[in-house]
């Protein structure tokens, strides 16, 4: 069972870490995902991370402002959100696959069973 958590209302331009913890251990899992879901919008693929850190992936939109890392010892999977726009106000959803799919297609929800409770982002002046 997954469970996200630190969302909240922060100024653009500003930061949040989210964490998702694990009841179980993360190890059971080869890759871990962030996804995001606005009002009215499909959910969307914001990073997704395997085992090892040998592939880590990012939608464009967030490249180079948000990093997914894993915390094995905390059972924990942290996304770190700089630079908030706007754009980035959502729902965030932590999600867990035990099996490796090829290349970015880690970014689509079609391939998680394992979901955790959303947590809202709010980006706003």
């Known amino acids: 069972q997954l469970q996200a958590s630190g969302g909240g209302l922060v100024q653009p331009g500003g930061s949040l870490r989210l964490s998702c913890a694990a009841s179980?251990?993360?190890?059971?899992?080869?890759?871990i995902a962030w996804f995001r879901q606005a009002p009215g919008k499909e959910r969307e693929g914001v990073s997704c991370h395997s085992r090892g850190g040998i592939s880590t992936y990012y939608t464009d939109s967030v490249r180079g402002r948000f990093t997914i890392s894993r915390d094995n010892a905390r059972n924990t999977v942290y996304l770190q959100m700089n630079s908030l726009k706007p754009e980035d106000s959502a729902v965030y959803f932590c999600a867990a696959r035990v099996n490796r799919v090829p290349g970015s297609t880690c970014l689509n929800s079609i391939f998680y069973a394992n979901w955790g409770q959303g947590t809202l982002v709010t980006v706003s002046s």
């Open positions: 179980g251990s993360f190890l059971d899992y080869s890759l």
